[in-house]
């Protein structure tokens, strides 16, 4: 029978053999469903992950390394989900606000997220409030928001009133964060959440849609 922890030791440890895609759709060949090789593979994987960074064990290296073998598995599994009809268990447009082009944070958050079984879209760097609302328009449940310069975070700020001026702030959760960026500021934006890195942004989310 397939080893679904072997699946996620591969995204504990990094694919340094390059076996993940192997492992993945052997799982699959043997009759485990996309949702359990998901969820007992993929997101158990990333769970230790997030909790190894939190707890200062491992480092933005070493979640890169294991982020990049989830997409790997993922590259094999995503259609399969798609054909069982197996949901993510919520939407997140996450994006760099305008003026600002930094990324790495956001993608980090991105990649934990997805680790995690949200759906991500991505909308990039640099990216208009008018972006976001569209985005919310077409489905998101969260609205992710960095800003890595203390210029550019007001940008968060219009970006939220972007969104109540469409009437959209119940149909989707706001959360930010970014280097410069605290829950006191959170607070001031009226944003539904604050996360201060990656691992902790999956707890938000989880939180923003009622599944702590």
Do not use: C, W
């Amino acid at each position: 029978m397939a080893d679904l922890h072997a699946i996620a030791q591969v995204i504990i440890d990094g694919d340094r053999g390059g076996v993940i895609k192997d492992l993945t759709a052997s799982a699959l060949n043997e009759g485990v469903s996309p949702g359990e090789v998901l969820n007992n593979g993929l997101v158990a994987g990333m769970s230790v992950v997030g909790e190894r960074f939190k707890n200062n064990e491992y480092y933005v290296p070493e979640v890169l390394i294991a982020a990049r073998a989830m997409k790997n598995a993922m590259e094999i599994l995503r259609p399969r989900l798609v054909e069982s009809g197996v949901a993510p268990i919520g939407k997140v447009a996450i994006g760099t606000v305008f003026g600002d082009l930094h990324d790495i944070g956001k993608n980090l958050v991105a990649m934990m997220l997805e680790g995690a079984g949200f759906q991500i879209n991505d909308l990039g760097v640099n990216v208009q409030p008018e972006q976001f609302v569209a985005a919310v328009k077409d489905g998101a449940d969260i609205v992710a928001l960095s800003a890595l310069l203390t210029t550019t975070m007001p940008a968060m700020k219009q970006t939220i009133e972007a969104l109540d001026a469409e009437g959209l702030r119940d149909k989707a959760r706001v959360m930010i964060g970014g280097a410069p960026v605290t829950q006191n500021y959170a607070d001031e934006i009226n944003a539904d959440g604050y996360a201060a890195d990656a691992a902790s942004a999956v707890d938000t989310a989880k939180t923003l849609l009622n599944m702590a």
